[in-house]
Each structure stands twice: as C-alpha cells, then as structure tokens.
C-alpha cells in the first residue's frame, strides 16, 4: 500500500489545513467552529462543480469546460422563473436545472464532435450563448426562491451545513465512479492514450458524451442550489467557479495532462481557496493584495504538488 | 589518462556492474571490442543487453566497475563523457526521432556542431549522404518531418543518423534491434552496409532476436543471461542450435506442421479483398509501409464501435506500436493487462478487483510476464514484456478475430516461440488471426498470406505455396525490374 504521504493530494491538505489554522487564530469574533462551517458551506459549491471539472479534465489533454459559470446562471434564472418563488414547484424547479446541464452538456459535445474545435474553444464560445439566453429569460427580474429551499440551503443537519453534506454524498458517488467502476478506468484510459483506448475497444465517443453531460449536470444543479442559497439568480453569479473549477482539480493534485484524477483533493483545493481568502483578509490586507497573493499561492501549491510523488 | 598505440580497443569494460534497487541488471561483465569487429549482443528480454548498451554509450553510470574508451588520438579516457570524443553512436529500439520535427532537424540534435548560418543544407548532406549509402533509393527527403513517416522510415532515418559523418566520425555503432520494423530487403541492404563499416575499421555492437541477421553479419557473438556474460567467441564457433541453447531455451523445432486448411464458413472479408475463415492465420506481408497496417486498423475500427463496447468484442487488437497503439503509461501492469476484458469483470456497475487480479495473474503465468509484483507500473517492465501484456490484454477476450499489428518487434526468440504455440492452439479452438508481420519467419506459420504492395492485394498464398520466394516474388513490382 502507498503511504500518506504519497497520495497526490496530501499537500493540498497541509495546505487547507494551514490556512485554517492561522485564520482561526487571529478571528475574534468568529470562532474555528464559525470559520469551518462557513468554509464548508462555500467549498460546497466549488466542490460540485470542481468533480464535474474534474471528469472532463481527466479525459486528457484540451479537455476542459469553460461554459460552467454560464451554465450556473443559466440553469439558476430559469429553475426560479419557473418556480417562482411558490411551494410545491420544487422538485419541477431541480428537474429543470438538471435538464438544462444536460442540454447544455449533450450542445458542448456535439460542437466539439460535429465542428471539431477544440473543447477550450467551443465550450466557451457556446458559454455566450448559454449567457445570452439567461439574459433573455431573466431580464433583470430578481425572483426569489421557494422558502422551503432557502431553508435547506442555508441550514444545517447534525450540525453541518446541508450544502456540505450533499457534496459530500456527491464525492462519495464521484469517488466510486472514479476508482471502482468501468467508467473511471475508461476515462483514465482515454486521458492517457485516446488511440490505444479506442484500439483496445473502449467505446470512446459515449465516454466523452456522457462526461461532458456530467460535468455540466454538476454544473445545472450547482446553479439552482446557488441562487437558492443566495436568495435569487444573478447574471454574474458563476463568475468565480471559471477559475475555481479548474482551480480545485489542479490544487487537489489530479493531473492537468489527464488521465490520473482524485476526489479527496477537489475538497482539500476548495477549501484552500475559501481560506486562503478569509486568512488575507482577516489579516486586513486590500483587496489587489488579495487577489495577488491567492494567485501566487495558488502557483506555489500547483507547483509543489507536481513535483511530489505521484506513486509512479 | 594514459597513452597507448593506436591499435587499442575501442571500448574496454572492467568489472562493469549496474543494479537498480535490489535488481542486478549487470553483475560484473569484462568485454572488449575492437575495430573492424561486429559483435552481436543476445539473450531473452531482461538479460541485461539495454543495460550494457547504456553503460558504453554513457546513459547509465557503471554501480562499480569502469568503462574506458579509446580516442582516435590513442589516448584512453574512463567515464561518460568519453563516449562522444570516441565516436560512440547508439541506435535505440524505442524509436527516438522527435516527430514535430524534420529528418535534418532530428539530425541536428546529437550532432551539435550544426550551427550558424547554412546548418540545414550541412545538415541535409550528411543525413542524404548516409541514407543513400546505408539504403539506395529510399526515397525519404531530408526535409520531411518525421511525423509523416512510416514506422519504417522512421527507423531507417534513426539508423542513418547513427552512421552520418559529423564532427567526430562514427567509429562505433550500436544498433539495438534495428530490423524490427524494416523487411527483409530493407534489412538485407543495412546488413551489407554494416559488413562495408566494419570491413573500413568501424566497429558495429548488433542486437538483434533474428537468429538469421546474426549469423549473417556478426563476426564474433556475445551471449547474456541474468546479467552476466555466459559466451563470448566468434560467430563460425556457434551453430543456431547451441546459440539457442546458450541463450537458455530449447531450441524451436522446425515450424509446426500447419494443419491443412479447414473447411470451415468464411467469417470475414475486407473491402481490400481479404478474407478468412474461421480458426484460421491469415499472413499479411509484403513490404513495409504497403497499406498493411492500415488495412487492419480500417478492419478492427469497422468491426468495433466509437458508442458501444459488446463483450465480448467482435475483434481485438495486438498492436505492435506499444507507445502509440497500446499502452496505458501511468497504469500498473495489471490495470494494462485487463483493459480489453473490463465489460466481463464488471458486478453490479463495480470492477470486480479480486477477479481482475485473478485474471492478470493468469496470464502472467500463462504468456510469462516477468515481474514480482503485478500492480507495479507497465513502464518498470522491458519493452518485449510490455509486449507480452499487450497480447495477453487481447488474448484474454473471448473475440472471434484477433488482429495482429506486427506484434513481435523487441520479443526475444523464448517468447516468440511461446507466443506461436499460443497463437496456433488458440486458431484451433476457432479463434481467427489477421497477423501483419514484417518477419518471413513469422507469415511462413500462416496458412493463407496476402501479399501487399502500394496499398493493395497483389497476390494470395495458402498452404505450400506459402514461401519466402513467393512472397518477396510478389513484394516488388516486376515491371520495374524487367
């Protein structure tokens, strides 16, 4: 067995775990339980679309969706339109934010099958798309969510945060998909040699087809609990999960070039990201030295990671 | 350093050893070679021969022991960095050309004294030069990227290079298996180069599986095993029969009787005209490079899916580019051997691991796959082993019609001989095999050939009409010729 310390995403939790600590330690007036609830709360939300990222990206070289925010607005003005802020329309509100990631997921690939651009192209080319019509339908109306999703999204069970808990559901079932079913070894197999994994009978183009839907399922369904969270669909409400989803995959120590994924560190990477952000700030430090130093930490965590074991 | 008259040895290995880990690769081997030599270097996969090679060309630093080389000027130097002022070239099995690049380009990067303005028209001299010499109308430009060569070029481009003039003249080459991709007349015309080489002074170290290209050329045969040198005399001292045996191996019996050609239903056809019936070894030869390879890949993709994977599959592939064909480079050796049969270990929606395990253990007793621990990576295995996962990866299907893609490149002769006892008993049970082979000895075990020239069928051999005669008869446009 592979000790600890050579699992790919044991520094993304040093990390996590630094931060933390430092934060908590200066944080008057909330205490470490306070921090830890609101980092899982907000990592939640990086994390569903990071596992979706995280498929795409294991297909190897070029793969990667860049219509996630889109698809988050998308999915979260047209879910509470059509619920419009009453009971009883829930579940019909979470069919549609689903439905729409797998509309949206089935147009990414036929683009990238039928157009043969490159998916960094056409999955942000199609995002302008998918933006415009979430302008169309929404049309600066802020409608609110049904209370009883509000509720749930900003409440807690066994004293965690709901969000939390289903995104830990959702890594669990990432996690055996990825590590104990067929399409994990598929998708790894293709990350490494599309040629040879199409010369050894994988059913390549269906393995694709059925990530990209994936990731942006993940995406739709990260958008709908957003604006419930949120308390309303913004148009720029998917901004930061552009950086964030591809960020938490690399952080978490799964490979850029493909073929070699893990799930522990997707949570490890997006708690990084929330605390890494609540330590400059509680250190009071402005907003450009901020984003300037995340971005630098970001660096140095992505290139101590690479250079780790990797359990060759 | 020391001074010694010109007619020293080129190279001088004393006590060389090398271990990886635990793993003795090289146990104290003492070998000269001097000039006007061409030695030949065998043994079975894993018996230390890369290793050799890579302790005199300079990649792998000796654990103990010292390597010396003697300069042209009759000084002697000890160490790695000697290797280049000797005029040591290695030809390498892997094939190592940078494809995004061109043939001169390629040539540019051992030979580093190509700079400055007009490099490229040097360049292109040298490498025009030495292909024309080793192979006369090869009809490969210096310019074209190597990229948009075939498997074959590429290694006659490698080869080239390895003998090209530069700075410092080549003044001894080591070709590690370098007909592996070429046929048999391409190989025949590197054979009468290598003779010319060694006749002008140069010396040639000659790996090479192919019992009949070693006798050919070598003028004295180096025997490996287990990392240590178990013979070493000259070539008219061996016969095939106690080569083989010093080797460690039973030697192959003549090719086993095929049976006759059953009568059994045609199973399969091919725009191109191919056919076969079921049960039987369908030989695809010719030259190199003649649509071959690409009359198979357009078979196996027509009979599988891009959306549906049936298990089990209608076809399965072997393939003989293991690089770009076939291997998973970041898996275990397990996780390559069982990529082809995952639809049947699949419970309930999971990998089945404990069967999974089971089945590579199977074959690794079944085909010999040398390794301690199967979930090591498929890159710690030497390239005729990770050859061996490849066949077992197909093997262990249950598909009608295997399709062989020059499989046997890098597998020595133990292996080999193993693999087509395999190959014939599973033809028996009803398996069908379509084997693209450049080796003669290798389509002569088939019972129904089809020879290929410029992308397309020429002729159709079965049972003794089967012949190297035949088949070369065939390979080259008579026209031409007359």
């Known amino acids: 067995m592979k000790t600890l310390l050579a699992r790919p995403w044991i520094w993304a939790w040093v990390a996590a775990a630094l931060a933390f600590a430092l934060t908590a330690a200066i944080s008057q007036n909330q205490g470490a339980w306070g921090l830890a609830v609101a980092a899982l709360t907000f990592s939640a939300f990086s994390v569903i679309v990071g596992l979706g990222q995280m498929f795409v990206i294991t297909l190897g070289p070029g793969n990667v969706d860049l219509s996630i925010p889109a698809t988050m607005t998308l999915a979260g003005t047209v879910s509470l339109k059509v619920m419009d802020g009453g009971a009883g329309a829930e579940v019909t509100g979470l069919a549609i934010a689903l439905a729409i990631g797998a509309g949206v997921g089935l147009t990414n690939y036929l683009l990238i099958l039928l157009i043969r651009i490159p998916p960094i192209i056409a999955t942000l080319a199609a995002s302008f798309l998918y933006q415009s019509l979430a302008i169309w339908s929404n049309r600066g109306l802020r409608v609110k969510p049904p209370e009883s999703l509000a509720e749930f999204a900003v409440g807690r069970s066994l004293g965690l945060p709901n969000l939390a808990l289903l995104a830990l559901v959702l890594s669990v079932l990432a996690w055996v998909a990825l590590n104990r079913a067929a399409y994990g070894r598929q998708i790894s197999a293709i990350g490494q040699n599309p040629r040879a994994a199409r010369l050894s009978g994988l059913p390549v183009e269906a393995v694709r087809l059925a990530t990209y839907m994936l990731c942006a399922v993940l995406a739709g369904l990260c958008g709908f609990l957003l604006s419930c969270f949120s308390g309303g669909a913004a148009l720029n409400m998917g901004q930061e999960y552009l950086l964030a989803s591809i960020a938490v995959v690399v952080i978490g120590g799964s490979s850029i070039g493909g073929g070699r994924s893990n799930v522990p560190g997707i949570w490890a990477g997006a708690l990084f990201l929330f605390l890494i952000v609540s330590m400059l700030n509680s250190y009071g430090l402005g907003a450009g030295v901020r984003l300037l130093m995340t971005g630098l930490i970001i660096i140095a965590i992505v290139a101590v990671g690479s250079r780790g074991p990797r359990g060759t | ?482």
């Open chain 2, 1 to 482: 350093m020391t001074r010694t008259e010109p007619g020293q040895p080129l190279v001088t290995l004393d006590g060389a050893r090398k271990s990886f880990g635990a793993i003795r690769a090289l146990d104290a081997v003492t070998l000269t070679i001097d000039r006007g030599e061409c030695l030949a270097l065998v043994g079975h996969n894993g018996a230390g021969k890369s290793t050799l090679v890579n302790l005199i060309n300079g990649a792998l630093a000796p654990s103990g022991g010292t390597v010396s080389y003697g300069l042209p000027d009759g000084q002697v130097v000890t160490g790695g960095g000697g290797m280049r002022a000797a005029g040591i070239r290695a030809v390498h099995q892997e094939l190592s050309l940078c494809p995004n690049l061109t043939v001169l380009e390629n040539l540019r990067i051992p030979q580093r004294d190509l700079t400055g303005r007009g490099w490229r028209a040097l360049a292109a001299a040298r490498i025009g030069q030495a292909l024309d010499r080793i192979f006369p109308g090869h009809g490969i430009h210096p310019r074209a990227v190597v990229g948009d060569l075939t498997l074959a070029e590429r290694q006659m481009v490698e080869i080239a290079i390895g003998f090209a003039e530069g700075a410092i003249a080549p003044r001894l080459v080591i070709l590690d298996e370098p007909t592996s991709s070429l046929d048999a007349s391409i190989a025949r015309q590197l054979l009468t180069h290598i003779r010319a080489f060694c006749a002008a002074g140069g010396a040639v170290i000659f790996i090479s599986h192919m019992m009949g290209e070693v006798f050919d050329v070598a003028s004295r045969i180096v025997v490996m095993k287990d990392g240590r040198i178990t013979g070493d005399r000259p070539t008219v001292e061996f016969t095939r029969e106690t080569l083989v045996a010093a080797m460690g191996h039973v030697a192959p019996g003549a090719a086993s009787a095929r049976a006759a050609p059953q009568d059994s239903a045609t199973i399969l056809t091919t725009p191109e005209g191919l056919t076969a019936r079921k049960g039987e070894i369908v030989g695809l030869a010719g030259l190199a490079g003649h649509g071959q390879a690409a009359a198979l890949a357009r078979f196996y993709l027509g009979r599988t899916s891009d959306w549906r994977q049936s298990d089990p599959p209608a076809a399965v592939f072997v393939a003989g580019d293991r690089a770009r064909d076939g291997l998973m480079p970041l898996w275990s050796i397990r996780l390559n051997t069982s990529l082809a049969r995952l639809p049947g270990l699949v419970r309930r929606g999971l990998v089945d691991r404990r069967a999974e395990a089971e089945l590579a253990e199977t074959w690794k007793a079944r085909i010999g796959i040398r390794s301690d621990d199967l979930t090591n990576p498929i890159l710690s295995l030497s390239g005729g082993n990770q050859q061996k996962v490849l066949f077992a990866r197909a093997l262990a299907t249950a598909a009608p019609v295997v399709v062989m893609d020059d499989p046997m490149r890098g597998v020595d002769v133990g292996t080999k001989t193993q693999v087509y006892a395999m190959i014939r008993t599973e033809a028996e049970a009803g398996r069908t095999f379509l084997w693209y082979s450049t080796e003669t000895d290798e389509i002569l075990l088939c019972d129904r050939v089809f020879v290929f020239r410029n992308g397309t069928i020429v002729a159709e051999l079965t049972g003794d009409g089967i012949t190297e005669a035949a088949i070369l008869a065939h390979s080259f446009d008579q026209r031409e010729t007359a």
